[in-house]
């Protein structure tokens, strides 16, 4: 990959843009992904591979898992890297998504930065978006050399959206108070399961929402991957993060309020995410 493969990456206050000479602008609002196409494309023959992309399972693989590694990512933030802050079961960074009828593609980041080729990636939202933006980075970088010009640039805030988008992305993030996670070091295999914090009047928001976009003739799709989300419990940062502050003495005593069971620890399911949003990439 040729230096001028990646020109800038701008983090915005509430827009991360990662800009290559590349794609369309994506915003992502976790656990449901909708595409909107604010071009009237023909997108009817992808819908059913990308929803059959969901429904799965968990398939633990060392051999090919994790896609990258977590201290050679250049990329890394100290509340995802969960090895670095003291996680010694590290079989949460080997499980791969298994759709139940087909196969995820393999992420490729030279393929994905030819197909963006002039375009923008653009990840809009809150510590979530820069979990599963983070999650972009470290995939494309295992593909770039070491002396790839690559950098981050820290900007002002957004003061107005972009107008030259093709696509966007939007992720519907659903807060939870919970501290189940941990010690959690293995994923939940009811396939029922739903979680707690999972709003479903948020979802039945979206799907509303959407509908009355279709209406005003801009086409939309999306993902819910809530399901395949809430199955990895063992995936949360848990107390393997940063503290703001030091922890004292009595808190201590009850560790498990603290534990992080929202963001998730890289490598990991942010991976998948990006997967699946690869997929469609290079599909579409």
């Given at each position: 990959?040729?230096?001028?493969?990646?020109?800038?990456?701008?983090?915005?206050?509430?827009?991360?843009?990662?800009?290559?000479?590349?794609?369309?602008?994506?915003?992502?609002?976790?656990?449901?992904?909708?595409?909107?196409?604010?071009?009237r494309g023909n997108v009817e023959s992808q819908n059913l591979v990308?929803?059959?992309?969901?429904?799965?399972?968990?398939?633990?693989?060392?051999?090919?898992?994790?896609?990258?590694?977590?201290?050679?990512?250049?990329?890394?933030?100290?509340?995802?890297?969960?090895?670095?802050?003291?996680?010694?079961?590290?079989?949460?960074?080997?499980?791969?998504?298994?759709?139940?009828?087909?196969?995820?593609?393999?992420?490729?980041?030279?393929?994905?930065?030819?197909?963006?080729?002039?375009?923008?990636?653009?990840?809009?939202?809150?510590?979530?978006?820069?979990?599963?933006?983070k999650s972009m980075l470290c995939l494309i970088d295992s593909y770039?050399?070491?002396?790839?010009?690559?950098?981050?640039?820290?900007?002002?805030?957004?003061?107005?959206?972009?107008?030259?988008?093709?696509?966007?992305?939007?992720?519907?993030?659903?807060?939870?108070?919970?501290?189940?996670?941990?010690?959690?070091?293995?994923?939940?295999?009811?396939?029922?399961?739903?979680?707690?914090?999972?709003?479903?009047?948020?979802?039945?928001?979206?799907?509303?929402?959407?509908?009355?976009?279709?209406?005003?003739?801009?086409?939309?799709?999306?993902?819910?991957?809530?399901?395949?989300?809430?199955?990895?419990?063992d995936g949360h940062p848990s107390v393997h993060r940063t503290f703001?502050?030091?922890?004292?003495?009595?808190?201590?005593?009850?560790?498990?309020?603290?534990?992080?069971?929202?963001?998730?620890?890289?490598?990991?399911?942010?991976?998948?995410?990006?997967?699946?949003?690869?997929?469609?990439?290079?599909?579409?």
């Amino acid at each position: 990959m040729k230096e001028d493969h990646i020109e800038k990456i701008a983090i915005k206050k509430t827009k991360h843009v990662l800009k290559f000479p590349h794609f369309a602008t994506l915003i992502l609002l976790a656990f449901v992904l909708v595409v909107i196409h604010l071009t009237r494309g023909n997108v009817e023959s992808q819908n059913l591979v990308e929803k059959e992309q969901i429904g799965g399972k968990w398939v633990y693989d060392n051999s090919s898992y994790p896609l990258y590694k977590e201290e050679q990512c250049s990329f890394m933030e100290n509340d995802f890297a969960c090895e670095t802050y003291g996680r010694k079961d590290l079989k949460y960074q080997n499980w791969r998504w298994q759709p139940h009828h087909c196969n995820l593609p393999r992420f490729n980041g030279t393929a994905l930065l030819e197909k963006l080729r002039g375009k923008k990636l653009i990840f809009v939202g809150d510590s979530l978006n820069r979990n599963q933006w983070k999650s972009m980075l470290c995939l494309i970088d295992s593909y770039l050399p070491p002396l790839s010009n690559k950098s981050v640039v820290l900007e002002g805030n957004l003061l107005k959206f972009a107008s030259d988008v093709n696509n966007v992305v939007c992720r519907s993030t659903m807060w939870s108070t919970d501290h189940t996670c941990y010690k959690e070091t293995e994923p939940n295999w009811d396939e029922k399961y739903w979680p707690s914090g999972a709003n479903r009047g948020m979802m039945e928001i979206v799907e509303s929402t959407i509908e009355k976009l279709s209406k005003r003739g801009v086409k939309v799709e999306y993902l819910n991957i809530t399901q395949l989300s809430a199955y990895r419990e063992d995936g949360h940062p848990s107390v393997h993060r940063t503290f703001w502050n030091a922890i004292s003495k009595e808190q201590l005593k009850n560790i498990t309020l603290f534990a992080d069971c929202m963001h998730w620890c890289l490598p990991g399911v942010p991976d998948v995410w990006n997967q699946i949003l690869y997929s469609y990439i290079i599909n579409s």
